[in-house]
Nanobody, 116 residues
Framework: QVQLVESGGGLVQPGGSLRLSCAASGFTFSRYAMTWYRQAPGKERELVAT????????NYADSMKGRFTISRDNAKNMVYLQMNSLKPEDTAVYYC?????????WGQGTQVTVSS
């Protein structure tokens, strides 16, 4: 059974940091590109950051560059999103996604709220 389970969300003040984690199981994690998406209330889901299967390449949405870092540990079947200098507009549900060819899996999401 394929599972992606996000954790690490919560309430943080502007300027603060959070580290999201996504635990994968039920598929060959090391063969999949991993992506973090987010969806704010009333808005479409948007790409946050992606990392290739071996971790050799990453890509970020412009608004996250320099603040967010995606990483993965293929030995532990984990992907992470380090978020620094958080802003109120980063408030959203953050989703973990695994993709390889036609195969795509999603987690259930974790809420991040940036507010004073």
């Amino acid at each position: 059974q394929v599972q992606l389970v996000e954790s690490g969300g919560g309430l943080v003040q502007p300027g603060g940091s959070l580290r999201l984690s996504c635990a994968a199981s039920g598929f060959t994690f090391s063969r999949y590109a991993m992506t973090w998406y987010r969806q704010a209330p009333g808005k479409e889901r948007e790409l946050v950051a992606t990392i290739t299967s071996a971790g050799g390449s990453t890509n970020y949405a412009d608004s996250m560059k320099g603040r967010f870092t995606i990483s993965r540990d293929n030995a532990k079947n984990m992907v992470y999103l380090q978020m620094n200098s958080l802003k109120p507009e980063d408030t959203a549900v953050y989703y973990c996604n695994a993709q390889r060819g036609p195969f795509e899996y999603w987690g259930q999401g974790t809420q991040v709220t940036v507010s004073s």
